[in-house]
């Protein structure tokens, strides 16, 4: 019997007015605590916060950036950043090309302009970011001894073309990238993903096996979170490459198909 379930947010579990539905919502209330219901995505905290508060979850652990950031009981039990040396270089390369960069670490999102790629985010995921200059941003994190949870590059396709190449040749193996959108890229750090935070969570708090969780995505990031866990759930609308290693393909995110499975699967 499946014992915890996690579930990505964007394309997964949002309708279509990229809030929780009803039916999602009275269905997380089922599992009453019986079944933790995760929430994990590349979102920031404060971007996941209020779809908990909505589901009364607001309790439970959620697992930010990807997995970058584990938050349980409001305190940090695991946080992996991008380091200032990798921020530093991406900025120089990025000063010829002006590619949006919006920089994040865990409450804390700054945009170098309002511009239309903020505005999105803003609309999608109903946080405000805070206006400072990537330089400004790098001399605040660098004296404070911090480093980036995420960055998000949008721009224009091909712009955003040489920031992968430029990465990846300087960095091949000390980040994760994820595009998806021609014109978006996120950028994680390498060593974590969301199956490895899953497995710190049920390893340091739950103590739940691998094989007794349950996970729901449509991404290139959920991939790995999809193979991993006992039973793997795309909705169907994910990325064929998602689709190919589920164990299970529901109905799409914006119909319930989150909600659908577990109703179905857990009995309820």
């Avoid at 607001?58 to 349980?72: C, E, K, Q």
């Avoid at 060593?191 to 390893?203: V, W, Y």
Wanted: hydrophobic share 40%; glycine share 4%.
């Amino acid at each position: 019997m499946f014992k915890i379930i996690f579930s990505d947010i964007d394309g997964t579990l949002l309708n279509a007015d990229r809030v929780l539905s009803e039916y999602t919502i009275e269905t997380i209330k089922k599992l009453d605590r019986k079944v933790p219901f995760i929430l994990i995505s590349s979102r920031m905290p404060a971007a996941m916060r209020h779809l908990q508060k909505m589901a009364d979850i607001a309790d439970l652990p959620l697992i930010s950036y990807n997995g970058g950031l584990i938050i349980v009981d409001g305190k940090t039990i695991s946080s992996t950043e991008i380091t200032m040396n990798i921020l530093e270089a991406l900025h120089n390369f990025n000063s010829s090309l002006d590619v949006h960069l919006s920089l994040y670490h865990k409450d804390e999102w700054y945009v170098p302009r309002h511009d239309f790629w903020a505005q999105r985010e803003i609309n999608n995921t109903k946080v405000n970011p805070e206006l400072k200059s990537n330089r400004e941003v790098i001399e605040k994190w660098t004296s404070e001894n911090k480093g980036a949870h995420k960055i998000m590059a949008m721009g224009e396709e091909e712009k955003i073309d040489k920031i992968i190449d430029f990465l990846e040749e300087n960095f091949p193996d000390e980040l994760h990238l994820y595009r998806s959108k021609p014109t978006y890229v996120e950028i994680a750090p390498g060593s974590i993903s969301k199956l490895t935070a899953i497995k710190h969570l049920l390893d340091n708090h739950y103590r739940f096996p691998l094989p007794q969780s349950m996970a729901f995505g449509d991404n290139y990031n959920d991939i790995e979170m999809i193979k991993g866990v006992g039973m793997g759930i795309a909705v169907s609308n994910a990325k064929p490459e998602v689709l190919e290693v589920a164990h299970m393909v529901t109905s799409h995110g914006k119909e319930d198909g989150v909600a659908k499975s577990i109703t179905e699967i857990l009995k309820l």
